[in-house]
């Protein structure tokens, strides 16, 4: 925790952010990793549009964020995507996620 206590900075981010990411791309990451401003874990997020369909992607592997409180989450969502992943799906799941994402744009484009 910052001085001021209003950041965080991950204590062992190897395992709990960047778990089953390609080693090389962890050491990479992990340089660029920066402080969380504490709001992130205290402030209500604001209330995502009516009219957009929700997509998530649930990291099933994850040993940051309890992989059930991500399906809570889910539930809310008109799209899921589940990978056997850890929590960061995006750098050890890409081709999968980049897909997913990518479908859930050209739904949205085509009002669907």
Not at 7 to 23: C, L, N, T
Not at 38 to 57: I, K, Q, S
Not at 91 to 109: G, I, Y
Request: hydrophobic share 45%; with cysteine; glycine share 6%.
């Amino acid at each position: 925790m910052s001085r001021s206590r209003r950041a965080v900075r991950a204590g062992d981010a190897e395992q709990s952010i960047f778990s089953g990411v390609d080693p090389v791309v962890i050491a990479e990451a992990v340089k660029r990793l920066n402080w969380q401003g504490m709001r992130a874990f205290t402030e209500e997020p604001a209330a995502a549009p009516a009219d957009v369909p929700l997509a998530y992607v649930v990291a099933t592997e994850d040993p940051a964020l309890p992989p059930a409180v991500q399906e809570q989450w889910a539930a809310h969502c008109a799209h899921r995507l589940r990978v056997p992943s850890g929590h960061s799906p995006h750098l050890s799941h890409t081709d999968e996620v980049a897909a997913f994402l990518a479908e859930a744009v050209a739904r949205a484009a085509t009002g669907g």
